[in-house]
């Protein structure tokens, strides 16, 4: 096999493997595969910002689901569609500054949020009212699993007790050290991390005890907890540690909870977290196995994908 494609995980009482990459349908279409929307993009001058949701959208479509959709501000949907031919854009409604307009982004949003699979909220969303808006009515009225990366988690930090909010809907959250601090500090947690590992596991524990979620506590070893159970990946390499790598992991993990979480697979969303942070990782690890440790940037993260899916499959 071309990869090894064994990861490491620790849960609960003891070492509990990655969960299995499910069979790909021979006989299936795009929409057997699910769809994925992300929801980001900023144009609020003098920040534009484009490249995080592309990204997300890419590696989602790299790791299998049948459509990718990108919910941008206006002014950046033709810009997207020619980085990425694949997706198909939405075009969020501005004002004269470049903010989005809540109220209608919700008539844009609400249509689409019954079609599709997974939904991906805050690749480069910048921050403000009308984003900090935007996130909370997500939380409240998105029927599909939603993965909250970057500015919406900034956005539930700036929102008083943000739990209540979630009305049913299940929720990924997926902080990096500095963004699970702030969200800490929103609920009267216990903020400092550290580097000790067992630290970061009850981190992540409480705070997926506290939302009722599944958290994805990124870092060199990332730590994926749903508040009972907690898995610690060991693939992955220094080479991560760039700009768009985390919103890859955003669109992977969203691409195998529109394809495997619900039925016939029905995997748990614990467990499609896990399997999308095994596939980031190794991943990373097959790009920096004949390139190095830096210098990876977020498309060839993408480009890895399929063959790491084969060689889970096969393996």
Not at 24 to 36: A, E, I, P, Y
Not at 303 to 315: D, K, M, Y
Request: aromatic share 2%; charged share 15%; glycine share 12%.
């Amino acid at each position: 096999m071309l990869i090894d494609a064994r990861i490491e995980g620790v849960c609960g009482h003891g070492t509990q493997p990655c969960p299995e990459l499910p069979a790909r349908d021979q006989l299936g279409h795009k929409g057997t595969f699910g769809t994925v929307v992300v929801i980001g993009g900023c144009v609020v001058l003098p920040r534009v910002m484009l490249g995080g949701p592309v990204i997300a959208a890419r590696a989602a479509l790299r790791t299998g689901c049948g459509l990718a959709q990108l919910a941008l501000p206006e002014p950046l949907v033709i810009g997207a569609l020619a980085a990425l031919e694949s997706a198909t854009a939405h075009a969020l409604p501005v004002d004269s500054h470049g903010s989005l307009a809540p109220s209608g982004c919700a008539e844009v949003l609400d249509p689409i949020l019954e079609q599709c699979d997974a939904v991906v909220v805050g690749p480069a969303l910048g921050g403000g009212d009308a984003i900090d808006q935007i996130v909370v009515r997500l939380l409240s009225h998105a029927t599909c699993p939603l993965i909250i990366d970057a500015d919406a988690l900034n956005a539930l930090a700036r929102t008083s007790d943000f739990p209540r909010d979630i009305r049913g809907g299940e929720v990924i959250l997926t902080p990096h050290p500095g963004e699970y601090e702030r969200l800490a500090r929103a609920l009267a947690l216990d903020p400092l991390l550290g580097g000790d590992e067992s630290r970061r596991r009850a981190a992540a524990d409480v705070l997926a005890q506290r939302v009722g979620c599944v958290v994805v506590l990124k870092g060199a070893r990332t730590i994926v907890s749903d508040g009972v159970h907690h898995w610690s990946a060991h693939a992955g390499t220094p080479a991560l540690a760039t700009g768009g790598s985390g919103d890859a992991l955003a669109g992977v993990i969203a691409s195998v909870v529109a394809q495997f979480h619900r039925p016939p697979c029905a995997m748990s969303l614990f467990d499609c977290a896990r399997l999308g942070v095994a596939i980031h990782g190794l991943a990373a690890r097959a790009w920096s196995s004949r390139v190095g440790d830096a210098g990876l940037l977020a498309c060839e993260l993408c480009e890895e994908i399929p063959a790491v899916l084969t060689a889970l499959r096969v393996g």
